[in-house]
């Protein structure tokens, strides 16, 4: 036989003891049954109890005093088994043991130790004389107890020291930014992640406390002034912002710092306490653009909201893309009645579709593929499912594209509002929510400018209908807000393709800034500004501080960490048509009001006439019909007469 060697034993393979082999066969053992914990622990007892007999009769004492040996031996071994059933000593794993399961030990064998001092105690009183010597017993119930415990210890340690030492070349060296109750769940958490991706190096204390003392036996580490430092005299290469006492400016510092070393930064939300160390594991992510905005959270009326949806039926145009499926998530949690969405595009509704298909909710979703521009398509929509609230969402948005296709932008973005809103008046749609955008203040491209006449156009139609006193008439409300992170086709997107493709990034002008938020945070404020509105009213968004967008390129390069302008070059290509330097969120001749919410304010527009207004809208649109650009654009500008073109062939329609 090929497995015999000529001396007719097997072959000794002397690598299945080495370090990688029993690395692997440790890694893939299974967790082990609970008799064999049980067999484990009763070997230890014995081991014990002939441990303490050795011991004694070293000294010339008798452990054990009564004739009845074999009887007290019999005894002493069933109640340890049976404390051992009562307190669960062997239902933990032991790899995962913890401070609870050497409290049931010692639970287990203090109960054994007291059952017995008893039955001594009475034994001497019928007897006259002890059943075994109190010492030795004291004795071998702490033998059993360290016995026990310390080999629970031993495959602890092993386990943990083979996991944590598999790739340790490729773990990264992490301190950790807190020393609360949230920052030593994320340790414990990281510790028994598998596959690992962290070696914990220490912890820092922001209030420069404890610098002598260890938590989880890693050292408390000191922040003189700066983290960066600090990292370079540990060799640690990112650091985990766990310490949720840190306000955002105290986070951007941190965050600004690391990345000008090249420090690797990761982020963890607030620890529940119910919450498993894998669930833990899996939030430490990489702290993304978006969290670097400087933003408090947004506290939203939901009583408001919820009246206005809650039991309704509910439109949501344009909901496949970025912004209307947001709109579409956020307005399920008011449990509307029914809610219809409403998209063009087919695959990235069928996407939708799936991911509702997941929630468990009796709310019916009705899911229409349709043109906003086919009013007959529209008719029927509104026909079938009766909405009460409408969000127009739906809009051609690339200021390039529609540049050089201005009348897709005004059959979508004007047209389409059109009929929605004269629809939500025939229908009686109690509110009529329209989604724009900073780009239709001052407009200098065709897209912008598109936008600010479907603004008219709705602000128009509902004073009409004041004026006209019309019963149950709509409220018309527009919500007006800059560029969206993470948006279809924004550039954050795009800056993260760029990168992931090795650059270069390419920025339009070094000195173009524009305002940021997040695609929740807009979409909470439109449906707060539409719970709120009472019908005309124009809302814009406190968008923060404007961001300078070479600085957020140079900032997401370092974020994927690398060098700008030398791992990944950062390329000028210049303005492009239709596009300015910087966004405004108020025309000209407009004033602000505030309101009860501090990131909303009105602003207050000069109205236009309806019917003469109508008028012009009927022939803008019979000029995009037959696609006459310029004759569409001369029209625009005379509906909109703050229409100045940009970088834009249409700059001559302006002399």
Same mark, same amino acid.
């Given at each position: 036989?090929?497995?015999?060697?000529?001396?007719?034993?097997?072959?000794?393979?002397?690598? #299945?003891?080495?370090?990688?082999?029993?690395?692997?066969?440790?890694?893939?053992?299974?967790?082990?049954?609970?008799?064999?914990?049980?067999?484990?622990?009763?070997?230890?007892?014995?081991?014990?109890?002939?441990?303490?007999?050795?011991?004694?009769?070293?000294?010339?004492?008798?452990?054990?005093?009564?004739?009845?040996?074999? &009887?007290?031996?019999?005894?002493?071994?069933?109640?340890?088994?049976?404390?051992?059933?009562?307190?669960?000593?062997?239902?933990? %794993?032991?790899?995962?043991?913890?401070?609870?399961?050497?409290?049931?030990?010692?639970?287990?064998?203090?109960?054994?130790?007291?059952?017995?001092?008893?039955?001594?105690?009475?034994?001497?009183?019928?007897?006259?004389?002890?059943?075994?010597?109190?010492?030795?017993?004291?004795?071998?119930?702490?033998?059993?107890?360290?016995?026990?415990?310390?080999?629970?210890?031993?495959?602890?340690?092993?386990?943990?020291?083979?996991?944590?030492?598999?790739?340790?070349?490729?773990?990264? $060296?992490?301190?950790?930014?807190?020393?609360?109750?949230?920052?030593?769940?994320?340790?414990?958490?990281?510790?028994?992640?598998?596959?690992?991706?962290?070696?914990?190096?220490?912890?820092?204390?922001?209030?420069?406390?404890?610098?002598?003392?260890?938590?989880?036996?890693?050292?408390?580490?000191?922040?003189?002034?700066?983290?960066?430092?600090?990292?370079?005299?540990?060799?640690?290469?990112?650091?985990? /912002?766990?310490?949720?006492?840190?306000?955002?400016?105290?986070?951007?510092?941190?965050?600004?710092?690391?990345?000008?070393?090249?420090?690797?930064?990761?982020?963890?939300?607030?620890?529940?306490?119910?919450?498993?160390?894998?669930?833990?594991?899996?939030?430490?992510?990489?702290?993304?653009?978006?969290?670097?905005?400087? $933003?408090?959270?947004?506290?939203?009326?939901?009583?408001? %909201?919820?009246?206005?949806?809650?039991?309704?039926?509910?439109?949501?145009?344009?909901?496949?893309?970025?912004?209307?499926?947001?709109?579409?998530?956020?307005?399920?949690? #008011?449990?509307?009645?029914?809610?219809? &969405?409403?998209?063009?595009?087919?695959?990235?509704?069928?996407?939708?579709?799936?991911?509702?298909?997941?929630?468990?909710?009796?709310?019916?979703?009705?899911?229409?593929?349709?043109?906003?521009?086919?009013? /007959?398509?529209?008719?029927?929509?509104?026909? $079938?499912?009766?909405?009460?609230?409408?969000?127009?969402?739906?809009?051609?948005?690339?200021?390039?594209?529609?540049?050089?296709?201005?009348?897709?932008?005004?059959?979508?973005?004007?047209?389409?509002?059109?009929?929605?809103?004269?629809?939500?008046?025939?229908?009686?749609?109690?509110?009529?929510?329209?989604?724009?955008?900073?780009?239709?203040?001052?407009?200098?491209?065709?897209?912008?400018?598109?936008? $600010? &006449?479907?603004?008219?156009?709705?602000?128009?139609?509902?004073?009409?209908?004041?004026?006209?006193?019309?019963?149950?008439?709509?409220?018309?409300?527009?919500?007006?807000?800059?560029?969206?992170?993470?948006?279809?086709?924004?550039?954050?997107?795009? #800056?993260?393709?760029?990168?992931?493709?090795?650059?270069?990034?390419?920025?339009?002008?070094?000195?173009?800034?524009?305002?940021?938020?997040?695609?929740?945070?807009?979409?909470?404020?439109?449906?707060?500004?539409?719970?709120?509105?009472?019908?005309?009213?124009?809302?814009?968004?406190?968008?923060?501080?404007?961001?300078?967008?070479?600085?957020?390129?140079?900032?997401?390069?370092?974020?994927?960490?690398?060098?700008?302008?030398?791992?990944?070059?950062?390329?000028?290509?210049?303005?492009?048509?239709?596009?300015?330097?910087?966004?405004?969120?108020?025309?000209?001749?407009?004033?602000?009001?505030?309101?009860?919410?501090?990131? %909303?304010?009105?602003?207050?527009?000069?109205?236009?006439?309806?019917?003469?207004?109508?008028?012009?809208?009927?022939?803008?649109?019979?000029?995009?019909?037959?696609?006459?650009?310029?004759?569409?654009?001369?029209?625009?500008?005379?509906?909109?007469?703050?229409?100045?073109?940009?970088?834009?062939?249409?700059?001559?329609?302006?002399?």
């Amino acid at each position: 036989m090929s497995d015999i060697n000529n001396s007719g034993s097997s072959p000794i393979n002397f690598n #299945f003891f080495s370090r990688e082999n029993l690395k692997f066969n440790i890694h893939n053992l299974s967790y082990l049954p609970r008799w064999i914990i049980i067999m484990m622990d009763f070997s230890v007892l014995v081991l014990s109890f002939f441990f303490t007999i050795l011991m004694f009769k070293g000294t010339g004492l008798d452990y054990i005093i009564t004739p009845h040996s074999f &009887i007290f031996i019999g005894s002493f071994f069933a109640v340890n088994i049976f404390f051992f059933w009562l307190f669960r000593t062997y239902s933990g %794993i032991i790899r995962h043991s913890s401070y609870i399961d050497a409290v049931k030990l010692l639970f287990s064998q203090m109960a054994v130790l007291v059952i017995f001092l008893f039955f001594n105690f009475g034994y001497e009183l019928l007897y006259g004389q002890k059943a075994f010597l109190n010492t030795a017993f004291f004795i071998n119930i702490v033998l059993s107890f360290c016995g026990l415990f310390l080999y629970r210890v031993i495959i602890k340690q092993t386990f943990e020291f083979y996991f944590s030492e598999q790739g340790t070349n490729k773990l990264i $060296r992490t301190i950790i930014y807190g020393t609360d109750a949230n920052a030593i769940s994320v340790a414990n958490a990281l510790k028994f992640e598998t596959p690992t991706r962290f070696k914990i190096v220490g912890f820092v204390d922001k209030n420069n406390q404890n610098a002598t003392k260890r938590m989880l036996d890693l050292p408390i580490l000191i922040k003189k002034k700066k983290l960066p430092p600090l990292m370079r005299s540990v060799n640690a290469q990112a650091v985990i /912002i766990a310490d949720k006492s840190l306000s955002k400016e105290e986070q951007l510092i941190i965050v600004d710092q690391c990345l000008e070393f090249n420090y690797t930064v990761y982020t963890v939300p607030l620890i529940s306490d119910w919450e498993n160390q894998k669930e833990i594991s899996k939030k430490v992510k990489s702290i993304q653009i978006e969290d670097l905005l400087e $933003r408090k959270p947004i506290v939203l009326d939901s009583k408001l %909201i919820s009246k206005q949806l809650k039991d309704k039926t509910i439109l949501i145009t344009g909901a496949a893309g970025s912004i209307g499926s947001e709109i579409v998530r956020q307005v399920l949690v #008011f449990n509307p009645k029914r809610v219809v &969405i409403l998209d063009q595009a087919e695959t990235p509704l069928h996407h939708l579709c799936l991911e509702m298909q997941h929630l468990n909710s009796n709310i019916k979703i009705h899911n229409v593929i349709a043109d906003v521009r086919n009013k /007959i398509a529209m008719n029927t929509v509104f026909k $079938r499912y009766q909405p009460q609230v409408v969000f127009h969402a739906a809009a051609y948005k690339h200021v390039p594209l529609m540049e050089e296709n201005p009348s897709q932008a005004i059959l979508t973005n004007v047209k389409g509002t059109k009929y929605l809103a004269d629809l939500s008046c025939l229908y009686k749609v109690k509110k009529f929510v329209m989604v724009s955008t900073d780009k239709a203040v001052n407009p200098s491209n065709v897209m912008g400018a598109s936008k $600010r &006449i479907a603004e008219k156009y709705v602000q128009s139609l509902q004073f009409k209908n004041k004026n006209e006193a019309e019963k149950n008439a709509t409220k018309f409300i527009t919500t007006r807000f800059g560029n969206v992170l993470g948006s279809n086709g924004s550039v954050v997107p795009l #800056f993260t393709k760029q990168i992931a493709n090795g650059g270069p990034v390419t920025i339009t002008h070094p000195e173009i800034i524009r305002y940021f938020m997040t695609i929740p945070e807009a979409c909470q404020l439109v449906l707060e500004a539409g719970a709120m509105g009472n019908g005309g009213e124009i809302y814009i968004f406190d968008m923060g501080k404007p961001v300078k967008i070479i600085d957020l390129a140079k900032k997401m390069i370092k974020l994927a960490g690398f060098i700008p302008d030398k791992d990944i070059k950062i390329q000028i290509v210049g303005l492009r048509p239709g596009e300015k330097l910087y966004e405004e969120l108020l025309n000209d001749t407009s004033k602000t009001l505030p309101t009860h919410h501090e990131k %909303i304010m009105i602003s207050e527009e000069i109205l236009d006439e309806f019917e003469n207004l109508n008028t012009d809208i009927e022939e803008l649109i019979a000029a995009a019909n037959h696609h006459e650009n310029d004759q569409i654009v001369m029209k625009m500008k005379k509906i909109v007469p703050e229409f100045k073109s940009m970088n834009s062939s249409f700059e001559l329609l302006d002399k």
